[in-house]
């Protein structure tokens, strides 16, 4: 009986030394990130996708401090959440709100990279 006490409080304290230690980032630090790899999208981001951000898959580096992202060959960032499908790497924009951030077409309203709308049924497609 005095084991399984020893084991579940061993646990419960675990499991509380997680939530303390972890570092959930604001939402003013998240946009702060999702600002920095957009001002550098030319060379860490793939496409965007609605709510995504893909990055390119070299320029995400694991270190023991957490995954960085090479903005641009001299500058990282600790990454966001980074997630990923079968389109690739991706960081998820939280909220609505945020989709303003991302540049888009103004025919479709699709987002666009490099000025380029992507989407092929638009009258805008590849300008």
Sequence with gaps: MVKKAF????VVCSVLANFCYANPLSED???EKINHILESKHHCVNK??????YIHAE???PTEEG???DLNGYETVIAPPVYSDSAGCFIKIPSSQ????IPRCSSCGKAVL???CNN?????YGR
């Excluded at 084991?7 to 061993?10: E, M």
């Excluded at 945020?98 to 951030?101: L, S, V």
């Excluded at 092929?120 to 805008?124: A, Q, T």
């Design 7 to 10: 084991l579940f409080v061993l």
């Design 114 to 116: 490099n000025g380029t």
């Design 29 to 31: 630090s998240l946009k």
């Design 67 to 69: 995954l960085l992202i």
């Design 120 to 124: 092929p049924n638009c009258d805008r």
């Design 98 to 101: 945020w989709i303003e951030i």
């Design 48 to 53: 965007f996708d609605d709510t995504k951000i």
């Design 59 to 61: 320029n995400l580096i």
